[in-house]
């Protein structure tokens, strides 16, 4: 059962629908689902098919993306549900809203992800006014946060999710969870139209820093959600520290006002995020 005390939405980061039953199970709850290019590639059945040589075509891929979120969709019929389109630094506009409103048709629960680069923000702005939920995955910074609440302005209340990956900016030996810390600073006064999910879980202490740093949802690989029902699934307060030694991100004051496109949206991190999503996405086609 959920703990009564437990603001934070808790989500699966996986690509399998056997985890989500299994974790389901295990927790009593799950509020929802993460998936991106690289969890569908890791996928039990798309690895066998790998193994076999048996590459999918184009539209094969897309079909077994569609079937995996609707098996998900079945063990969790409440759960939100992200999915995310193909993109590289290439990818039109155009093209990133045809998959977007393919995918949005997959769930009555879908947010679709779309990563925080140029033409991720534009497609964001059009779809948001066409009322599609949107999950912008690749966050590595304030001015990103900044940039998706204006992009998507207006939208109702928790339709947009904003990603930080936590655990990506630890392995460059900067606090991803002063990240999170910063966001939830920058939004305090928000119109709440974007919500805080906390991605890139690597650990218990990442899981539990984000629900006492004010996430509104963690998605948690089930490793690490298996680690926390073990322990009990403890709720931590506000006096919670993250315990690892790293650098803290400064805290910027934005005007979240201001047009997206005055933000600087540039990130390493995020250009290399695309790029392993695309290269792990297209492993599996023919
Ligand atoms: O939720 C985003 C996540 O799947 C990325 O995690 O461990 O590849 O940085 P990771």
Request: charged share 25%; net charge negative; aromatic share 8%.
């Amino acid at each position: 059962m959920k703990p009564d005390n437990l603001k934070t939405r808790i989500f699966l980061d996986s690509g399998n629908p056997e985890e989500t039953r299994e974790i389901l199970e295990l927790l009593g709850f799950l509020d929802g689902q993460t998936t991106n290019p690289s969890l569908i590639a890791k996928n039990p059945e798309a690895q066998k098919r790998l193994e076999l040589g048996d590459k999918f075509s184009a539209e094969e891929v897309n079909d077994f993306y569609k079937d995996v979120i609707e098996k998900i969709e079945t063990i969790i019929p409440e759960g939100s549900l992200s999915i995310e389109v193909y993109a590289d630094k290439d990818t039109l506009v155009e093209d990133i809203l045809t998959q977007a409103r393919q995918m949005n048709t997959w769930s009555d629960n879908a947010y679709i992800k779309l990563p925080i680069i140029q033409s991720g923000l534009e497609a964001a702005e059009v779809l948001t006014k066409e009322g599609v939920r949107v999950n912008m995955t690749l966050c590595f910074s304030q001015q990103q946060a900044a940039a998706v609440y204006s992009a998507t302005a207006g939208a109702r209340a928790d339709s947009v999710y904003l990603s930080p990956f936590v655990g990506r900016l630890d392995d460059k030996g900067i606090n991803g969870m002063s990240l999170i810390k910063n966001i939830h600073n920058l939004y305090k006064n928000s119109d709440k139209h974007v919500s805080i999910l906390s991605a890139s879980i690597r650990s218990l202490d990442h899981l539990l820093a984000s629900i006492a740093y004010g996430a509104d949802i963690v998605t948690v690989p089930g490793k690490i959600l298996r680690q926390w029902a073990e322990a009990g699934m403890p709720v931590p307060d506000e006096s919670y520290k993250y315990s690892a030694e790293l650098e803290d991100i400064e805290y910027e004051d934005l005007d979240m006002q201001s047009d997206w496109k005055n933000f600087n949206i540039q990130h390493n991190l995020t250009d290399a995020g695309l790029q392993k999503f695309a290269d792990d996405w297209n492993s599996l086609v023919k």
